[in-house]
């Protein structure tokens, strides 16, 4: 079965990057498919690499990208989300004029068509969010 | 199965003092390109975001309200309100802005996109579709 | 037909998981996750309240987050079942929607 994924909370403040991480594993364990990730609302932060949590604490954004890259999984980040909370790519900052982008390996910038297109090829849509 | 499936964004928060609302709004404009069979839920809370004259400008917002008039121009027709969810916040229709769409099989009458309907028929029209986002 | 909703706010927080079972079908599943594992408690305040909406509804709380509350086991109220990941996934699998009530 075809599980599509939305994470709508950022990492650290809300359980639900945690819960979807979970569950992404679970379900590729049991021999299913996750067809997308896709991160909106703050859950867009889950996808900065600049972030540098305390070493005894899991590293939320380096899971998901092993996991990404262990799976070949597609972890879409919102770009009108991405955008309001400063999550940018190298195409973005050329684009907007800006100095630096901070994209994490294994996520990629896109649009909200993403997330529907994800609802219509999913054979279910799971949301873990606030 | 069909190529077309039914969408239904549910919104069961209130506006401003989140983004829920708002950014729910933009993935229903978006999603209306999809060619879906979409329809926009309204409980709890978030009844609260179709109310009238919502004047955001000493608070400093942006005022999204008046995207919610425009849905009909995505064909976005239906919204399902909660009666019981209005009658527990002291509301009423007469609260809550007027909607219409031009119904294009109806020689483009005018007609109200909001749909208001009892907790059970709204948990029928939940129970209807095949995927379910929720804000 | 059946959906599966999940609901993730401690009942004594919000009108969430009164407002999710007052929607859902007979039939239907409630997984009880993050936050939510409180709403699946024995011996509170809103037990009773729980257990009386959610009769026709088959109702699950996910281990992991009961256990990370530090929530023993036995204080989990009876008719509902405690589930691991693995089983969260089965069940949105085998259900025909999910409906997440955030």
């Known amino acids: 079965m075809k599980f599509g994924i939305v994470v709508s909370e950022g990492p650290y403040t809300h359980q639900a990057s945690d819960s979807a991480y979970n569950f992404v594993k679970a379900a590729l364990a049991t021999g299913h498919e996750v067809s997308r990730v896709f991160f909106y609302h703050d859950g867009v932060n889950v996808g900065t690499r600049l972030s540098i949590p305390p070493q005894d604490d899991r590293q939320i954004q380096e899971q998901w990208t092993a996991l990404a890259k262990e799976h070949e999984l597609d972890l879409v980040i919102c770009i009108a989300a991405a955008q309001r909370r400063g999550l940018l790519d190298q195409n973005e900052a050329d684009r907007q004029g800006k100095d630096a982008n901070n994209i994490a390996e294994g996520f990629r910038i896109s649009g909200l068509g993403q997330l529907i297109e994800m609802g219509i090829q999913a054979d279910r849509t799971i949301t873990f969010g606030d | 199965m069909s190529d077309v499936k039914k969408f239904l964004y549910v919104n069961r928060k209130a506006p401003y003092g989140t983004i829920y609302a708002q950014e729910a709004l933009e993935v229903v404009l978006i ?63 007469d609260d809550l802005q007027d909607i219409q769409y031009e119904d294009e099989d109806d020689d483009y009458e005018e007609k109200p996109s909001i749909i208001v309907v009892s907790r059970a028929a709204m948990a029928d029209v939940m129970a209807d579709q095949d995927v379910v986002l929720s804000f | 037909m059946s959906t599966l909703h999940t609901v993730n706010k401690s009942p004594f927080q919000n009108q969430t998981l009164i407002s999710c079972l007052g929607h859902a079908k007979a039939g239907d599943s409630v997984l009880m996750i993050e936050d939510g594992v409180y709403g699946a408690m024995s011996g509170n305040a809103m037990s009773e309240v729980v257990a009386g909406l959610g009769a026709n509804i088959k109702l699950f709380v996910l281990g992991a987050d009961v256990a990370a509350r530090g929530i023993d086991a036995g204080r989990v109220a009876e008719g509902v079942t405690s589930v691991n990941y693995e089983e969260f996934v089965g069940m949105a699998a085998s259900c025909d929607r999910v409906q997440n009530w955030l």
Request: proline share 2%; no cysteine; aromatic share 12%.
């Open chain 2, 31 to 93: 999603g209306a390109a999809f060619d879906q069979d979409v329809a926009m839920a309204f409980l709890d809370d978030g009844v609260f975001q179709l109310t009238k004259g919502q004047d955001t400008k000493e608070a400093g917002l942006k005022n999204f309200s008046p995207t919610f008039r425009a849905l009909g121009d995505y064909e976005v027709t239906k919204l399902y309100v909660e009666q019981e969810s209005l009658d527990e916040r002291g509301l009423t229709l």
